[in-house]
């Protein structure tokens, strides 16, 4: 099992910035790919980062590319994402997740991470 916790979220103005960070306990945090997700009101959860197990590559949404940066340290056990150039279309629950994502399994999709954590709230005011 690993446990993941998110935070960092909260209610920031069109054009600022945040850091979620989600905290994994456990099993080794660096034996798992991890990726962020959100769900907006009303709407599926979505893919929005990746970064393998190494941190050498990482995988963004098309929406997010160039203003998130996802990173993680897998001496504290922790990933990130960096979110700068907020809009209100990034409002949204934002969860994070750990795989065992092996060659030719896509980052992607949420059905291929196994654990997921609670979630954080980002609301963006215009």
């Known amino acids: 099992q690993v446990q993941l916790v998110e935070s960092g979220g909260g209610l920031v103005q069109a054009g600022g910035s945040l850091r979620l960070s989600c905290a994994a306990s456990?099993?080794?945090?660096?034996?798992?790919?991890m990726g962020w997700f959100r769900q907006p009101p009303g709407k599926e959860r979505v893919f929005v980062a990746a970064?393998?197990?190494?941190?050498?590559?990482?995988y963004y949404a098309n929406s997010v590319k160039g203003r998130f940066t996802i990173s993680r340290d897998n001496a504290k056990n922790t990933v990130f994402l960096q979110k700068n150039s907020l809009t209100p279309e990034d409002t949204a629950v934002y969860y994070c997740?750990?795989?065992?994502?092996?060659?030719?399994?896509?980052?992607?999709?949420?059905?291929?991470?196994?654990?997921w954590g609670q979630g954080t709230q980002v609301t963006v005011s215009s």
């Open positions: 970064v393998s197990v190494s941190g050498d590559n990482t």
């Open positions: 456990g099993r080794t945090f660096s034996n798992y790919a």
């Open positions: 997740a750990a795989g065992s994502l092996s060659s030719g399994i896509s980052y992607y999709i949420g059905r291929n991470y196994i654990y």
